[in-house]
């Protein structure tokens, strides 16, 4: 099982540009996330999805958008990219959005937004 | 003030020793704790579940104290490959189910 998966790894943008960062999962778990990571700021959530067809604002989800395509796939969109976006993005999943299920969490993604 | 707070550290310990973290908690609605160990430039891996009545994990030992509100872990004979950040998280099991993490304890364990 590969487990939480993400792509790109990498990326580069100038402002305004628009990209989706992609997730996926291969446990069968119901609920998936989105969190940011910034220095001295810990992991905040984004968005989440409890399950498959419902997404909710999580702490910052402001300048973001979410699709929870099916059960195994939740991406992450910014329309319009801006400097403070710049950010290490992690994909998590767990089995379900009680909180005694802990998440596993994706590879990350790392964004340079210039 | 924030809902899970950690001492940023670094912690810096001789191999063999042994080091312990503490982190409080402000939420006293948090039922669900846990510890997440991440590595430089890695995602968080979860470490250990904290239960109420103490859980232990080989070297790895993990209290909650829900009167004064914080959670510690214990590192018996630190290791070289125990350096890395380590994340406090507390939840509480209401329909918003919220995962508050801390902003992380660094250990560097030295030769």
């Known amino acids: 099982n590969a487990g939480v998966t993400q792509t790109p790894k990498f990326q580069v943008l100038k402002t305004g540009q628009s990209m989706t960062l992609q997730c996926a999962q291969d446990m069968n778990h119901n609920s998936m996330y989105w969190y940011r990571q910034d220095p001295g700021m810990g992991l905040r959530l984004i968005y989440y999805s409890a399950s498959e067809g419902t997404t909710d604002k999580g702490e910052v989800p402001n300048g973001y958008n979410v699709s929870r395509l099916n059960k195994r796939e939740f991406s992450l969109r910014l329309e319009s990219a801006a400097p403070s976006q710049t950010s290490v993005y992690f994909c998590?999943?767990?089995?379900?959005?009680?909180?005694?299920?802990?998440?596993?969490f994706g590879p990350g993604t790392r964004l340079l937004v210039l | 003030r924030k809902e899970v707070e950690q001492d940023p550290g670094p912690f810096n310990v001789p191999e063999g020793a042994t080091v312990a973290f503490n982190c409080t908690y402000s939420n006293s609605a948090s039922q669900s704790f846990f510890w997440y160990r991440q590595d430089c430039r890695k995602e968080p891996k979860l470490l250990m579940s904290v239960y109420s009545s103490g859980n232990e994990d080989g070297r790895f030992t993990a209290q909650l104290n829900r009167a004064s509100q914080y959670i510690s872990l214990l590192i018996r004979d630190s290791k070289l490959s125990d350096s890395a950040t380590y994340l406090c998280v507390g939840t509480n099991t209401g329909t918003a189910s919220k995962l508050t993490f801390g902003t992380g304890t660094r250990l560097q364990v030295t030769l």
């Open positions: 998590a999943s767990s089995e379900a959005r009680q909180g005694a299920y802990p998440p596993n």
